[in-house]
């Protein structure tokens, strides 16, 4: 088993310590640290609470406001939960490529079940529309952060 297979806790160490071999690289740095912090859970809950709210706004302000605010408050969690979900299905057995892939895949399917199944409970309109833009960002997200995992485990493969 390697570094970033054994534990949630030791696949943080890996990424940190990763995330200090990217120093010569501080945009590099800086964007894998704001991938599994507060911050970025934050502008998510903002930007996407504010696009739940426009893509509803048709339907009134209670309608909108509503489901902006679960659209936010699931970015928000989504994107802490959705870090620590892709780092323990990247820890299951299998060769670097299908790990990564597992990774990706699962995070994606269970992350979107959730969202759309409470979007389904509070009788959002406009569901799609709602999560549309977030789609394609979270895949990028998504990949950024399990390539990231798989950089980390070449180069901790290549040195051991």
Same mark, same amino acid.
């Given at each position: ?8 806790? /030791? ?5 940190? /310590?990763?995330?200090?071999?990217? &120093?010569?690289?501080? =945009? ?17 809950? =903002?930007?996407?609470?504010? +696009?739940?709210?426009? &893509?509803?706004?048709?339907? %009134? +302000? ?19 939960? %959705? ?10 057995? #299998?060769?670097? +490529? +299908? ?13 979107? #079940?959730?969202?759309? #199944?409470?979007?389904?409970?509070? #009788?959002?309109?406009?569901? =799609? =529309? ?29 040195? &051991?």
């Amino acid at each position: 088993m390697t570094a970033l297979a054994t534990s949630p806790n /030791s696949t943080a160490a890996a990424a940190d /310590s990763a995330v200090a071999d990217l &120093a010569p690289r501080p =945009l590099a740095s800086l964007i894998f640290k704001l991938m599994d912090g507060l911050s970025g859970a934050t502008l998510g809950l =903002l930007f996407y609470g504010g +696009w739940g709210v426009w &893509a509803n706004s048709a339907y %009134g +302000w209670s309608v909108a406001l509503r489901s902006g605010a679960a659209q936010g408050a699931m970015s928000f969690v989504v994107t802490l939960s %959705g870090v620590t979900l892709m780092k323990w299905l990247f820890g299951i057995a #299998g060769p670097l +490529w +299908w790990r990564g892939a597992v990774s990706i895949l699962g995070s994606l399917l269970l992350i979107y #079940g959730g969202i759309v #199944g409470v979007h389904l409970w509070l #009788g959002t309109p406009e569901i =799609l =529309l709602t999560l549309a833009p977030g789609l394609p960002i979270t895949i990028v997200f998504c990949c950024v952060f399990v390539g990231s995992m798989l950089r980390i485990e070449s180069a901790a493969r290549r040195q &051991a």
